[in-house]
């Protein structure tokens, strides 16, 4: 039987013991400036890209005050006449930026799906690759195209999608159709074409960051599953794409954040008046305003509305994976 009389004692010099050692080490909660003080060189490091990031990011900011004005660029900025919500009722009672926000929203889902989808496929097959030339010439030729500008990567795009173009000619030659089809001229073909060029822009690029995670996977793992029976296919479900998937939620949560990010150069270049009710997106809507027409006030209006609704995006995609217990940015 267990004498609890003994028991105390022993307890309490076990607490008198780690008392003692605490006091000998002098133990004592380092300070956020002792913190900075010991990093000094890390933080100085760090000061020119939080210069640029302040300057370029956050300094900008003031300039949205304006978008409660009737600004005119010729007066001092408090002389404007405040409008309140005025700007951005009438961008939403406006037919035109609904179709811009319409436009946003289908072509950035259109890039989201397709910047994930096949980055992963490619990868995934790369990776099954054992002949390092083969895997190495396929690399370069996928992520090429990345370093090319927008104004080639469009005027290739408007030789091949042509009337005259390789694939029409393609379609005619086996049979699928008789007349040519008017890719760039038809508003239903737009965002499908939007999506399939930034997909052969960006395809191979993307598929660098997949690479990489795969290549931290224990090959053991792979060892393991060929003893149990495993193919190839079954080791790509269940142990390559597991692996990466940590990867796969930060990358999600950064591109719905950048959902907003329809793109600019592509749908300006391509963006004709036949199809303008299908290419324009809230950068364009936003440029037309402010540059053209001179609405500074709704064409920042308009930005700080792109703003907010990424920030809500992303907030709401990070939460949910926080939630789902995965990686997250914040």
Known sequence: MINLSEVYPV???NADAVTVTKNELNFRPVSIWKKLWLQRQLMLMSVPMLLYIFLFNYFPLWGWITAFMNYNPAKPLFDNPWVGMGNFVWLFSKPEFIRAIRNTFAMAAINLVFGFVFPILLALFLNEIRSLH???TVQTVTYLPHFLSWVIVVGIAQTIFASDGAVNQLLISLGLRKDPVFFLGEGKYFWWLVGVINLWKECGWNTI??????SAIDPALYEASEMDGAGRFKKMFHITLPGIKSTFIVLLV????????AGFEIQYLMGQNVVMDWSQTIDIFALKYGITKGQYSRAIAAGIFKSLVSI???LSANYTAKHLGEDTLL
């Open 11 to 13: 307890r309490k010099a």
């Open 209 to 214: 960051i997949y690479l990489a995670a795969m």
């Open 134 to 136: 083969f895997k190495r």
């Open 254 to 261: 950064m591109n719905i954040g950048y959902l907003m990010e």
């Open 312 to 314: 809500a995006l992303m």
